[in-house]
């Protein structure tokens, strides 16, 4: 026996509007809240389209409206907990504005990140935010996006060269502050365990540390300083290098929480301890932070509030004619510090 099934077309947006009797323009403006549609018509509308459960056509609106209502966001890295913290900011103010979120990973690559902006434009994002990666010095890709007129906003990792829109943390003052830190917990010998140099972010948290020991009539010694790739595995060679061949070091700030924990994995593992032989903090506030013991202190910068302040920037420059009209507006956060066992000596109170 041939058994024939059914097939149940799908609800148009003529049929919703012969059922709210109304016009298919007005359904359109309705459904997506236009102000010249009255409230009770937006009622009625919704009622019918919910009734004859009509899904809108987006591929067919975004060509009809020249939007694509998506975002592309490109990070570093998925498995570092900040940059997962600020997506979630983004996304939290994108669902407000009825905008959907198209994430990249660029693992720290170039070539990845490139072909990360690439998707985007292919998929005609409304425009992309981007924290660049700590391999990229070559910035054509971005540029592009700037030369098709489409949104680019920064986050975290900026660049002036490109001459975006950005939102970020005070680096700068963020390192002084935990540099000032470990001076107040009466470290004599500080060290610094960097990156790269041609990122911004940790060039200024060089220049923090150095200047809060100028600042404290310390002495800025080269030796002290060591620069790593940003990783656990970095962090950990970087600090058996300053227990060798630097046994006086009693405290040291690490440029961010996974360079920390090497950092910290070393000092135990030298029969050392936190933080009476050596006093160790972070930035970032990555959440194992907490759960390690003794407890990393660190900076916290703020990652949900940059990713929705980064978001509500694009909203809010491109609902003007000209998204890079004027100087490009840049949003700088404050750092937070965050004591914890880690650093804390004798009992020490934590001085903000």
Not at 51 to 61: C, E, F, H, M, R
Not at 101 to 106: D, I, M
Not at 109 to 121: A, H, I, N, S
Not at 175 to 192: M, W
């Amino acid at each position: 026996m041939l058994l024939m099934r059914r097939v149940i077309a799908k609800a148009t947006i003529t049929d919703v509007a012969r059922t709210a009797n109304v016009t298919a323009s007005t359904v359109s403006r309705a459904l997506n809240n236009h102000p010249a549609i009255s409230e009770a018509t937006k009622k009625r509308v919704h009622r019918a389209a919910k009734k004859l459960k009509y899904q809108p056509n987006k591929i067919a609106s975004s060509l009809r409206l020249g939007k694509s209502h998506i975002i592309g966001v490109i990070i570093p890295s998925a498995e570092i907990n900040f940059f997962g913290s600020v997506v979630h900011g983004i996304e939290k103010v994108a669902s407000a504005h009825n905008y959907n979120v198209l994430l990249y990973q660029s693992s720290e690559q170039y070539e990845f990140e490139k072909k990360g902006v690439e998707t985007f434009l292919r998929a005609r994002v409304d425009g992309v935010l981007a924290s660049i990666s700590k391999q990229t010095i070559n910035l054509e890709h971005y540029a592009d996006v700037r030369r098709r007129n489409i949104p680019l906003v920064l986050f975290d990792r900026a660049n002036d060269a490109l001459d975006a829109p950005c939102v970020v943390i005070d680096d700068y003052k963020g390192a002084y502050t935990a540099t000032k830190h470990l001076i107040e917990q009466g470290c004599k010998h500080i060290a610094h365990i960097g990156g790269p140099q041609h990122v911004a972010i940790f060039k200024e948290r060089l220049r923090g540390y150095t200047n809060a020991l100028k600042d404290a009539g310390r002495p800025v010694e080269k030796r002290k300083v060591v620069l790593g790739k940003i990783s656990i595995a970095s962090g950990h060679a970087c600090m058996q290098k300053l227990l060798a061949a630097q046994p006086d070091v009693d405290g040291v700030f690490a440029v961010e929480d996974f360079t920390a924990l090497g950092a910290f994995q070393a000092i135990k593992a030298a029969g050392k301890h936190m933080p009476e032989d050596i006093a160790l903090i972070g930035f970032a506030n990555e959440a194992f932070g907490s759960y390690v013991t003794p407890a990393l202190s660190t900076i916290d910068q703020q990652t949900i509030k940059m990713g929705e302040e980064a978001a509500k920037l694009f909203f809010r420059l491109s609902s003007t004619q000209n998204f890079y009209t004027g100087a490009p507006e840049k949003i700088v956060l404050e750092p937070k510090l965050i004591c914890r066992a880690s650093s804390l000596r004798n009992n020490a109170v934590c001085a903000p």
